[in-house]
């Protein structure tokens, strides 16, 4: 390459760094590293655990994982707005735009949120409890629905009530339910898998991860499983009394607690 044309190379590199630099893009170790989508601090005591709790979410989809009494519930709580008792912080970033949910009323939040257990209503059919989001709002997706029935395996017991359906039917009902929220713009599930059997788990979690990556909408789950924080392949952030210990790839993260394991089981 000549001087001159070298010259003009270095010249138009430098446009494309700045570009890139404007488009948000940062490099780590040569690989882009993702955008903050959201900002949480909670802190202050909800029952017998005081929360000091200060994250950036970037990861598509993250686990937070710990044991019983953590904290890990009281989080995504915090986030839907719904333990006014605790000092919060939330913020959400949307083209380069930070915006203050916490301000936000819980129906205006763009979270949908599946609770720990199955929460389903006990005199809607499958189908009834699925699209609940939509028809409360008076609109009609009926692919949404659709894309949700089928994620979670479930067009074999659309017309059922839920007392006709076993508890792990009633979890992949709760899950769909979430799925199918118009608009959403976070997905919070507390304990996904509990009834699940790990079969119907491993498929669904791929599919799970696939769609909401489609969608451009990110995951924040709750764990003390960690085979399933492995499979997820997520960013983990490891949760004890109320403050984060650790976070980054589950396989670092939940190094210690799997060799744990595997002593115990021998």
Known sequence: MGRRAGRRWRWWRCRLWRCWCCMGGRREGGKRLAEVHHELRVAGQHGAVRLDVDLAFSAPWTVIFGPSGSGKSTLLRAMCG????????FRRRESG????????????????????????FPHLSVQENVGFALRSRGLRDAVAVDEAVELFV?????????????GGEQQRVSLARAFAVPGAKLILLDEPFTGVDRRMRDGM????????????????????????????????????????????????????ERERMREVIG
């Open 82 to 89: 719904l333990l006014p008792g605790l000092e919060v912080r």
């Open 97 to 120: 735009v930070w915006s203050d949910v916490a301000a936000l009323p819980v129906h205006e939040r763009g979270i949908a949120y599946a609770a720990q257990g199955a929460a389903v």
């Open 154 to 166: 479930l067009g074999g017991v659309l017309e059922r009530r839920p007392r006709e359906l076993s």
């Open 205 to 256: 979690l791929e599919r799970m991860r696939e769609r909401s990556e489609r969608l451009g909408v990110p995951v924040v789950s709750v764990t003390h499983d960690v085979e399933e924080a492995l499979r997820l392949e997520a960013e983990v952030v490891r949760l004890e009394a109320g403050r984060v210990m650790a976070r980054g790839a589950a396989r670092n993260v939940l190094y210690e």
